[in-house]
């Protein structure tokens, strides 16, 4: 797993309250993760996917994003059905599934008790955000309002105009294009905030915003050989 530019230590200490939790959480579960949660997927990357924090029984267990939870369930499928990912999903991080073009991080690199950081926590997080966003990727799709805000903040962008709202997308201008959507939780799928059909139209809007970056490169490529 590609670690990328900057990534917390594995006994981070950057938020106590986090590093408390883990550790309480490492005495009872001491055979799972139970650290910072790498990002997923190729630092070059054109689709970078934001999430909030590993879940505790999910990332957290399996030291991979969005891997052993119903919320990894649904982001993979809808991956593999739109182009970026290959292989099988088997909720374990050794199942040899690969993305393709496509980056996966959180707001959040550890878990929060009740899956709930606090304001200070994102903030203290956001310089590892930052970093992933330097790469940069063509298009961000943050998963929910939390990491929809931090995404803003790690770009300098306002809030007011840039509101989070499932579907909307943000063209930054000399940056990345952003694409929210609420996150695919299983409380937001049970409750019908977000149903499978919502979600892949995210990805359908995704799909036709990267290959639109792709195209755009390859074109400017051509203009800068003459």
Not at 43 to 70: E, Y
């Amino acid at each position: 797993m590609d670690l990328g530019p900057s990534a917390p230590p594995a006994d981070c200490q950057f938020c106590p309250r986090l590093a408390a939790f883990r550790a309480a959480n490492r005495r009872v579960f001491p055979d799972w993760h139970n650290a910072p949660v790498a990002s997923f997927g190729d630092v070059a990357a054109r689709l970078l996917i934001v999430g909030l924090a590993p879940g505790l029984r999910g990332a957290n267990r399996t030291g991979r994003p969005f891997t052993g939870d119903h919320a990894g369930e649904i982001l993979y499928a809808t991956l593999s059905r739109f182009g970026f990912a290959r292989g099988r999903y088997a909720a374990t991080p050794d199942d040899g599934l690969e993305l393709i073009d496509c980056r996966i991080t959180n707001a959040v690199r550890c878990v929060p008790p009740e899956n709930r950081p606090t304001g200070g926590e994102v903030n203290a997080c956001r310089r590892f955000l930052e970093d992933e966003l330097r790469a940069p990727p063509s298009v961000v799709l943050p998963l929910g309002g939390i990491a929809h805000g931090s995404v803003l903040r790690a770009l300098g962008l306002n809030g007011s105009r840039h509101p989070f709202a499932h579907g909307a997308v943000y063209a930054v201008p000399g940056g990345p294009t952003l694409a929210p959507s609420y996150h695919c939780s299983r409380y937001n799928l049970n409750t019908g905030r977000l149903t499978p059909a919502m979600f892949e139209q995210i990805f359908a809007t995704v799909r036709r915003l990267v290959d639109a970056a792709s195209a755009d490169g390859a074109r400017g490529a051509v203009v800068r050989a003459r």
